[in-house]
């Protein structure tokens, strides 16, 4: 939903039944290397479990699942299903098989409500930052760098956000309540 002040609310609904799920995705493809920014806010201390917060991330939807989709992930917001554990904020990447390579795996603090992550894609590698507040300036939450010749390349990658529920655990699956995110701001600047 866009709202008044120019940011964008995605919302998880239908609580109690199958959750529908919200996804944003850049209509410009082939975005390559350069630093990238997403300001967004929520209230992560009351997600269900299995709601998944799929913020900044890159992906080319023109190759096949096994060839990884050119998926960078600068940070995904979950607890993936597990009961009992606090959301967790990774960031990693795709590589063909699919396989995913985790950068980092960091509990989310409790309490934080406004975030920027960040991304700076280059030729073999690759940085991420999380951050509690919108500028660089404030707390730092996870920050990780890849150095891998297996890094994806740039190609027809989107960039995309979404909000989705997992089904790792399916007993939790349609006990999901209500949640949304607000995006509020993105950057990018290119290499």
Do not use: C, K
Request: hydrophobic fraction near 40%.
């Amino acid at each position: 939903m866009l709202n008044g002040d120019g940011t964008v609310t995605l919302r998880l609904t239908n609580a109690g039944g199958s959750p529908v799920a919200a996804e944003l995705l850049s209509t410009r493809t082939g975005w390559g290397y350069g630093s990238y920014s997403l300001d967004f806010r929520a209230d992560f201390d009351v997600v269900s479990q299995s709601v998944v917060w799929g913020n900044l991330f890159t992906y080319d939807s023109t190759q096949p699942w096994d060839a990884s989709h050119n998926e960078i992930d600068a940070g995904e917001i979950s607890a993936w299903g597990v009961p009992g554990i606090a959301p967790r904020l990774t960031a990693g990447y795709w590589l063909p098989g699919p396989a995913n390579v985790l950068s980092h795996n960091e509990s989310l603090p409790t309490g934080l409500r406004v975030f920027r992550s960040t991304m700076t894609w280059g030729p073999g590698s690759v940085s991420f930052a999380t951050y509690a507040g919108a500028t660089a300036a404030t707390t730092l939450i996870a920050s990780s760098r890849v150095d891998s010749s297996a890094l994806p390349v740039p190609a027809a990658e989107r960039v995309h956000v979404n909000l989705w529920v997992s089904s790792a655990n399916e007993d939790d699956e349609t006990a999901t309540a209500l949640f949304e995110v607000t995006v509020t701001g993105f950057g990018f600047t290119p290499a």
